[in-house]
T-cell receptor
Framework: DTAVSQTPKYLVTQMGNDKSIKCEQN?????MYWYKQDSKKFLKIMFS???????INETVPNRFSPKSPDKAHLNLHINSLELGDSAVYFC???????????FGPGTRLLVL | GQQVMQIPQYQHVQEGEDFTTYCNSS?????IQWYKQRPGGHPVFLIQ?????EVKKQKRLTFQFGEAKKNSSLHITATQTTDVGTYFC???????????FGKGTMLLVSP
C-alpha cells in the first residue's frame, strides 16, 4: 500500500495554463506539505497545512494555492503557469509538527 | 541569517571506500533529520537526532549530533553501489515551524 501518493506523475503543459496536482496520504498523519525541488535538487517548502493552520512560505507566488478537502488530501493548484514553475513537486506528511516526513513519489512538471 | 550548510556538495568514491557528509548550523538546533534521495526518487527519512552528542547506527551508516547541537554528520562505511543518491540534512530553524533542508550531498559510487 502506498503511504503518500501523488497524481499525475508527469505533467507537461503550456505557459498560462492552470493545473492541479493531487496528493493523498493513508498514514493518518495530521500535517501535510508541499515542496518544490528545482534542477539543482534544492528542496524548498511551499506550504505546511493541518486542520488548524496553513503556513505559507512567503516566497511562494500567490498563483500557487493548496486545497485540502479533508485530512488525508492536500492538492496543489497552480494558476497561469510560467516557465520557472518547471520542477519536481513533492507532497509529504508527518504525524506531529517536528516528526519524520514521508514523501510522495513526486510530480514532474514541465512548462513549455 | 539562520541557515544550514551541508558539505561536500558532491563526492565520487570507489566501492568499498568510506563517505562522510557534514551539516552545520550557525545556531543551536532542537533536532536534526537525515534523508536519502535516490536518483529519480523521492526523499526517504533515515533518522532523527535529538540529544547532544548522540550517535546512532543503521548497519553501515553512523549518524552523529554535535555536543553543541550545531552540527551533524552521516558516515557510511565501505560504500556500496546501492548507497548512490543525494543525502540531505533537515532542521527546524528557530522561529520556523517548517523543515529547512540542506542543499544535499550527492554521492556517486563506482564499482
Amino acid at each position: 500500500d502506498t503511504a503518500v501518493s501523488q497524481t499525475p506523475k508527469y505533467l507537461v503543459t503550456q505557459m498560462g495554463n492552470d493545473k492541479s496536482i493531487k496528493c493523498e496520504q493513508n498514514l493518518g498523519h495530521d500535517t501535510m506539505y508541499w515542496y518544490k525541488q528545482d534542477s539543482k535538487k534544492f528542496l524548498k517548502i511551499m506550504f505546511s497545512y493541518n486542520n488548524k493552520e496553513l503556513i505559507i512560505n512567503e516566497t511562494v507566488p500567490n498563483r500557487f494555492s493548496p486545497k485540502s478537502p479533508d485530512k488525508a488530501h492536500l492538492n496543489l493548484h497552480i494558476n497561469s503557469l510560467e516557465l520557472g514553475d518547471s520542477a519536481v513537486y513533492f507532497c509529504a506528511s508527518s504525524q506531529v509538527g517536528q516528526g519524520a516526513q514521508y514523501f510522495g513519489p513526486g510530480t514532474r512538471l514541465l512548462v513549455l | 541569517g539562520q541557515q544550514v550548510m551541508q558539505i561536500p556538495q558532491y563526492q565520487h568514491v570507489q566501492e568499498g571506500e568510506d563517505f562522510t557528509t557534514y551539516c552545520n548550523s550557525s545556531t543551536t538546533l532542537s533536532n536534526i533529520q537525515w534523508y536519502k534521495q535516490r536518483p529519480g526518487g523521492h526523499p526517504v527519512f533515515l533518522i532523527q537526532l535529538v540529544k547532544s552528542g548522540e550517535v546512532k547506527k543503521q548497519k553501515r551508516l553512523t549518524f552523529q549530533f554535535g555536543e553543541a547541537k550545531k552540527n551533524s554528520s552521516l558516515h557510511i562505511t565501505a560504500t556500496q553501489t546501492t548507497d548512490v543518491g543525494t543525502y540531505f540534512c533537515a532542521v527546524y530553524l528557530s522561529g520556523y515551524s517548517t523543515l529547512t533542508f540542506g542543499k544535499g550531498t550527492m554521492l556517486l559510487v563506482s564499482p
